[in-house]
């Protein structure tokens, strides 16, 4: 394989996390840099979905090996089919790399199933509405909801502000969401460059 490194961060649970550097003294505090260093540990986990789906998105993220990403990301939700995590991602992988959208779309409301007030899952699944689906109302509708859910999630305030100024056409309330977005995450790198683009070609 040739892992590069994961150029987006992964939700993973601070206890996997442990479990990994309690069971091998080889892996590295800064794996996600290195994250070919987590193949060794696949006989170990096989049977984690948590673990799987991690595998199966550095598949993905880094190597662009989706028929693998894939098979894995099927072997976690096969161990755990209410996981919110693993079948956000695998709606993520079917809505990003296969284009899969009807079945996209039934992922990440599964997820949401599993988690309904998780910031991150409604947030995803308003993404989809607003860019593939065009379902401007509804968008807003899981934008609200997320925000509600979670009023300091960075990236969900910073895409509901650039959803308030190419689609609405709310440029002062757009700005607002961007200042609130970037004062808890301030080197949030999606955010910093949505907003750029907002003070350079719209304001």
Do not use: C
Request: proline share 4%; charged share 25%; aromatic share 16%.
């Amino acid at each position: 394989m040739n892992l590069g490194r994961l150029k987006e961060p992964y939700r993973i649970s601070p206890k996997l996390i442990a479990q990994l550097h309690e069971h091998t003294a080889s892996l590295p505090e800064n794996w996600q840099v290195h994250p070919e260093s987590l193949t060794t540990l696949l006989e170990m986990y096989h049977d984690n979905a948590e673990f799987l789906t991690l595998y199966a998105y550095i598949q993905e993220r880094a190597n662009r090996d989706y028929d693998v990403a894939e098979e894995y990301y099927k072997k976690a939700i096969a161990l755990d089919q209410h996981s919110p995590e693993t079948l956000a991602a695998y709606a993520r992988f079917l809505d990003f790399a296969r284009h899969d959208y009807e079945q996209a779309e039934a992922y990440y409301l599964r997820a949401i199933a599993a988690a309904p007030d998780d910031a991150e899952y409604l947030g995803k699944y308003a993404v989809f509405l607003y860019y593939i689906k065009e379902d401007y109302q509804q968008a807003e509708v899981y934008y609200l909801s997320a925000i509600q859910s979670n009023p300091h999630h960075a990236g969900v305030l910073g895409s509901y502000a650039s959803f308030l100024s190419l689609v609405k056409g709310e440029y002062q309330q757009a700005e607002d969401y961007y200042k609130k977005a970037l004062d808890i995450e301030p080197n949030h790198v999606g955010n910093l460059g949505s907003y750029a683009y907002y003070l350079h070609h719209i304001k």
